[in-house]
């Protein structure tokens, strides 16, 4: 590699995703010189494999299951979906994986932007090894955020690499339907691409390792409700079942369960989790470990290390696009704060620098028919915590702005209250159309607002919203 002299700015991004791009928007706009480093597309993994394209491919399988529920559009609507329409739209949404826009951007905010691999080269240091074997040193007077985001897991099973495993981005990304497709897991990722292929016209086996059902992590009627959904549609769910073994024999998938079973398909997704992208980004030349999760303060710092902030999915705070946007705010503006010598920042009295919304009010939306749901803390979860707390259920079918919808409508919804600041610790909505209902939700939760002013807060009738009035009458009334 050639290599040239240093460079300076006063804060290096490494990750052009949606939650680099955060980042630079806010140091930039503080008139902070800003340089962005990104191995791939800019505009991440939200823009061209994960999103973006998951919702595109979504949307008609949501669209058609609501037509089919209304009487004199239902009959419309029985042919199989247009797959090759579909992932065309698909392609148009990641700009069929061309990010020339996503580079005029960056160009616009007057953040410089350079292509390869960033690695830290000790403290506020950055190399970038470009794709042509150029290596440019970048130095950051301030901060270095590290963006850089996570990828799929993987279990470790013997010959898995052979058999060419479908991550989320090959699920995301996929040229044609399988004839059949085998889902391992039963999180956000398993649901939504079980939903949509099964729709597209794959056969779906899904494969889930424990016994507490599907999306565990929320309340457990929304995965009830989602697997009832799921196995009318066609879906072969399989709970307490863990894959022991997988081969390619001929091009076909064979996974062999821990029960002996073998499950064919044409290709087979592993949506098993996440791991740091932090295996090769020159951790260690700081003193922390690679591939580690890094662990921040509240307003983004790494620990230990006043000029490190890592941003998104790399703290593992919360693994949600909006969330790191979120995060990408709070720490460009804790950057600018601190290199203006904002003193509050330097005695932890971070105000409106800290992401306090990671703690407890975090929001999600999974795109399933029906749609689930949920923003701060389940049931379950509130107790752990030591909250005296109280949930309060609603059929949604009993709502007028729901039986709207169409003939059949299921879903339900919960609030979580605490008995003794009588605040709203959690709300869950599970349905079709509740996904725009969680933003209200999320207000209440953040904004630890009473519950008695929230009956001040008039639902708009017949919208599927007056659930909030049904929900506050049966904690009055119980």
């Avoid at 006063?10 to 980042?23: L, R």
């Avoid at 998938?253 to 087979?268: L, M, P, Q, S």
Wanted: some cysteine; glycine content about 12%; proline content about 4%.
């Amino acid at each position: 590699m050639t290599q040239t002299d240093s460079i300076a700015y006063d804060v290096v991004v490494i990750g052009a995703g949606p939650v680099g791009e955060n980042v630079a928007d806010r140091t930039r706009a503080a008139g902070l010189t800003t340089a962005i480093v990104e191995s791939e597309l800019v505009g991440g993994e939200c823009s061209y494999w994960a999103c973006m394209p998951s919702k595109a491919l979504l949307r008609p399988v949501i669209a058609r299951a609501d037509a089919r529920r209304l009487p004199g559009l239902s009959g419309a609507v029985r042919e199989p979906l247009d797959t090759a329409a579909v992932l065309g739209r698909r392609d148009e949404f990641t700009n069929h994986w061309k990010d020339d826009g996503q580079v005029q951007w960056v160009e616009g905010i007057g953040a410089d932007l350079y292509r390869g691999q960033g690695r830290l080269a000790g403290p506020r240091t950055v190399e970038v090894a470009a794709p042509d074997g150029t290596r440019r040193v970048l130095a950051a007077r301030h901060a270095v955020a590290v963006c850089t985001g996570s990828g799929a897991a993987l279990p470790n099973l013997p010959g898995l690499a052979e058999v060419r495993p479908w991550t989320s981005r090959e699920a995301t990304a996929a040229e044609s339907a399988p004839g059949r497709l085998i889902v391992v897991g039963g999180g956000v990722v398993a649901v939504e691409m079980a939903t949509a292929w099964q729709a597209l016209g794959s056969r779906v086996t899904l494969l889930v390792r424990g016994d507490d059902g599907l999306l565990a992590r929320m309340e457990p009627f929304a995965g009830e409700l989602v697997a009832d959904a799921l196995t009318a549609a066609g879906v072969d769910i399989r709970t307490g079942t863990s894959v022991e073994s997988v081969t390619r024999e001929n091009g076909t998938v064979v996974a062999v369960t821990d029960a002996g079973d073998r499950v064919e398909a044409d290709e087979i997704l592993f949506a098993t989790g996440r791991v740091p992208r932090t295996c090769d980004i020159g951790l260690e030349t700081v003193g922390l470990e690679p591939g580690s999760w890094l662990s921040v303060d509240d307003s983004l710092r790494v620990e230990g290390h006043d000029w490190l902030y890592a941003v998104g999915d790399v703290n593992h705070r919360a693994l949600l696009t909006h969330q790191g946007k979120y995060q990408a705010r709070i720490a460009g503006a804790a950057i600018a704060a601190r290199a203006s010598g904002d003193p509050d920042l330097e005695s932890g009295r971070w105000g409106a620098h800290a992401a306090t919304a990671d703690h407890d009010a975090v929001p999600q939306v999974v795109f399933t028919d029906p749609e689930a749901a949920s923003v701060g803390l389940s049931l379950a979860e509130a107790e752990r915590a030591g909250h005296r707390v109280r949930a309060v259920d609603v059929d949604l079918a009993t709502v007028a702005g729901a039986s709207l919808y169409g003939d059949g409508y299921r879903g339900r919804a919960r609030m979580v209250v605490d008995l003794e600041d009588e605040i709203v610790r959690g709300v869950t909505f599970v349905g079709p159309g509740v996904g725009e209902l969680i933003h209200s939700a999320t207000v209440a939760v953040a904004g630890q607002v009473p519950i008695g002013r929230l009956w001040h807060a008039v639902p708009s009738y017949p919208t599927i919203s007056e659930v909030w009035l049904r929900l506050l009458e049966a904690y009055r009334d119980n």
